[in-house]
């Protein structure tokens, strides 16, 4: 790669700086080498970082001639991926300057950051960092070519996005929810708590909140014992999940769960827009899954 940080204009944004990276090498690699990248624009060493209780760390000097990026030594490929993305977005936005001179120290929680108050500076940045990292590992038009081939939502395409651009589930998972052409959103939960959701902004209202339990009669508890792995899409009450205007009809709801390691899930929420087509011609065929249903109702759509 022949990319250096005169190609990147002091740009300000994690946007331009990705529209600035993949327009001097627009044949960028997928998975994206993030390690080699990173060397073009004067990281001299990608080290273990030492310090307790943090995920990644920059070291460099006030005007950022160069830098060293500390990764956690236990994290595995996708997050030290995701934490070498963060580092460099540090790193190339000229805004950001450690608390500390000289270095940046991030926590897991830092990276797990998407929203934060307008006068928190210190979130914003860490904020702008993944950014960053999720758009560098991500690019959006390489997303939109993979994700184009997938069709309806299904959380098994998590998996398949996850190894395609070498990443974790959870960043996956986020840029599924993100940019997929359906109304979805994704809960991560771990142990039956809901830590975050992932969504567009065109879906509905959640009334759901971050360290809520996972509400009772999702798919989530009933499926559990299942011994899937990646449950069916199963319609279910958008109530469990949605916040309902007075009078106003909720749309229809499907769910899916995905079960990981360590207590963790990813569940889906997909909701039908226009929920008032003729169901009663479409129910009168039993033994249809829900996924099946809607499947079928789309095609009468179509036709
Ligand atoms: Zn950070």
Redesign the pocket.
Known sequence: MKITRLDLDDTGSPEGLITKILKAEPDLPIPVPVEELAQCFDITDIAVLTTEGYE?GLITDDCKSEGVILVNATARRGRRRFTIG??LG?FLIPTHRPAKSGQ?L?SRE?MRRWSAQENDAYAR??IE?NRFSALLLMPPPKLRIAMGKFGEPDLAHITQLADHFDVSKEPAARAYATYHDQPIAIAVAKDGIVLRIYKQTKFPRIGVSYGAPVPRNSLFHYAANSGQKITDIRQNGAELWLESDWGKRLPTLYEQVFYQQEGFALIMLWVDADNDCDEEEIDDDEGRTSKERLRFRRDVHRR
């Open positions: 990644g963060h580092e540090h940046f991030c830092d940045m860490e960092a």
